[in-house]
């Protein structure tokens, strides 16, 4: 977090080890997901342990959460956000080029952001805001995310949830996307429901029963864009917990079941551990693996080495799709091996560039408060 939130340091090659030279960092643009990510990790360590070092862990991902909404000056989300005399500063702007960069000043100091935010990216800043709100239950912490929640929410609602650039320029809109727009009033109802509780009633009875649409068609590609069910994982597992009433948690509930019988046999964690928080029981089979996967995983390079495992594994219906699901240990080397398709035969980089281990501190975290581990 050398600017506040989550990037990747990209090492001189051949360099191994923590204190290997730093010549960049990688992946701004996904910042926000994987910070709120890392959010919800701490918060969950600091439910377990009431450690002071989780706690101040959550209040610093809290002020960089907060950072990606005051560099940009209208409460839009940025995807990242750099010093504009960061050594590091050319290389994130030709990287993140496509999305296109701003310029602001934040607490006097002039700093480069990142736009054309995603969908993806409010996503993982609300489960971890919400996730923090709940399971920290300190009054600053608290305070911190309302305050938070209620600018991003306030910006979407102005927006007709439409993302707007400070240019005009919109990055992409929450139409259609009623799983979204509910899990995000759900979270701005349970922080803040004086101004959004209103709001949410009125979408949960015009679009609760709409909820499991898109769901229902991205499952029928279990392999493409995996990053998808992540999403859908983490946006139900906010709708399902907070919804009260037994009515429209059954529409919740039909969605999460359609999403749940594509991905459990994907041997994913990160999903397990949710599934065992929206179940509220333990399951021997699922836990009992997901504890196995969470070793496995320890057995991981944390680099982004390239892997080819055609030939290794039979493929399916597509040339970089395996017919089962690839270990543990052999998956793809990337950023959050839980969004990746576990089926993936091929990929990485160069093998300088670090992954923050969000992947395990988050399931593992988690599992110890569900009563996993």
């Not at 706690?55 to 839009?76: E, F, N, P, Q």
């Not at 989300?77 to 590091?88: E, G």
Request: a negative charge; aromatic letters at 16%; one cysteine or more.
């Amino acid at each position: 977090m050398p600017y506040g939130t989550i990037l990747d340091p990209i090492f001189a090659p051949g360099e191994a080890g923590p204190d290997g030279e730093i010549v960049g960092y990688s992946r701004c643009g996904d910042s926000p997901i994987w910070t709120g990510h890392y959010l919800a990790a701490e918060s969950f360590r600091y439910a377990v342990t009431r450690s002071p070092e989780s706690l101040a862990a959550v209040r610093d991902a809290l002020r960089g959460v907060r950072s990606l909404v005051d560099v940009t000056g209208t409460d839009l989300l940025a995807r990242c956000l750099f010093p504009t005399d960061s050594p590091f500063a050319a290389g994130m702007l030709s990287e993140e080029s496509p999305h296109g960069s701003y310029t602001s000043t934040l607490e006097g100091k002039p700093y480069f952001w990142v736009g054309n935010t995603s969908r993806d990216q409010y996503s993982g800043v609300f489960f971890g805001l919400a996730v923090a709100y709940d399971f920290v239950g300190e009054t600053g912490v608290q305070d911190s995310v309302r305050e938070i929640v209620t600018r991003l929410l306030n910006f979407l609602l102005r927006n007709n949830w439409f993302v707007v650039m400070p240019d005009g320029w919109v990055s992409t809109v929450f139409w259609g996307r009623p799983d979204q727009q509910l899990s995000l009033l759900g979270v701005g109802r349970q922080v803040n429901p004086e101004r959004f509780e209103s709001f949410y009633k009125a979408y949960r009875f015009s679009f609760a029963g709409s909820v499991a649409a898109p769901i229902s068609w991205e499952v029928l590609d279990p392999h493409n864009s995996y990053y998808k069910f992540n999403l859908d994982t983490i946006n139900l597992y906010n709708l399902i917990r907070l919804e009260g009433s037994s009515y429209y948690r059954w529409w919740y509930w039909k969605a999460y079941d359609i999403l749940r019988r594509t991905t459990d046999d994907h041997g994913n964690a990160h999903f397990n551990v949710i599934d065992r928080a929206l179940r509220g029981e333990p399951n021997a089979d699922r836990d009992t693996e997901t504890r196995l996967m969470l070793e496995a995983w320890l057995q991981r390079p944390r680099r982004d080495e390239w892997l080819d495992w055609r030939g290794t594994y039979t493929s399916c219906v597509q040339e970089d799709r395996a017919c089962e699901p690839i270990p543990i240990e052999q998956r793809i080397r990337t950023d959050f091996l839980w969004q990746r398709s576990p089926f993936l035969l091929y990929g990485g980089g160069s093998g300088v560039i670090e992954s923050a281990g969000i992947d395990y501190i988050l399931p593992y975290w988690m599992g110890r408060f569900y009563g996993v581990l």
